[in-house]
């Protein structure tokens, strides 16, 4: 199994997430998103399996910064407007044997173990 983790250093989500990842020894990558922004591909195949709501960072500059046409945004733009900025992604993004399986660090002890342990 292996687990990689899409955010930045200095995300306070992100630290909360890797301290549980450690605490549990469930080993992961982390790919700064800042330094290697993932691809519109990867972006399509993660809104392809949690959907393009989930995964929007909505208290974000980035975010707060699109007018109010993003209320009416199908998810190929919203592929298309996280692949130009990775910071309208949310963070931490958990990515388990090639498939997005959870974003935000928010879920329950239970939710959080069976996605990312089991």
């Known amino acids: 199994m292996s687990i990689k983790v899409y955010g930045i250093p200095n995300c306070g989500?992100?630290?909360k997430a890797f301290k549980w990842l450690q605490d549990?020894?469930?080993?992961y990558d982390f790919?700064?998103?800042k330094e290697h922004p993932p691809t519109a591909e990867?972006?399509?195949s993660w809104v392809e399996a949690l959907g393009s709501k989930p995964m929007r960072n909505t208290s974000g500059k980035s975010y707060r910064?699109?007018?109010e046409e993003k209320k009416t945004w199908t998810d190929e733009q919203w592929v298309e407007a996280f692949a130009k900025?990775?910071?309208l992604l949310k963070r931490p993004l958990f990515v388990k044997d090639g498939t997005a399986v959870l974003?935000?660090?928010?879920?329950n002890e239970e939710t959080i173990r069976e996605k990312l342990v089991i």
């Open 13 to 15: 989500t992100c630290k």
């Open 24 to 27: 549990n020894s469930v080993e």
């Open 31 to 33: 790919i700064n998103t």
């Open 42 to 44: 990867m972006i399509s």
């Open 65 to 67: 910064e699109i007018g």
């Open 85 to 87: 900025d990775a910071m």
């Open 103 to 107: 974003v935000g660090f928010r879920a």
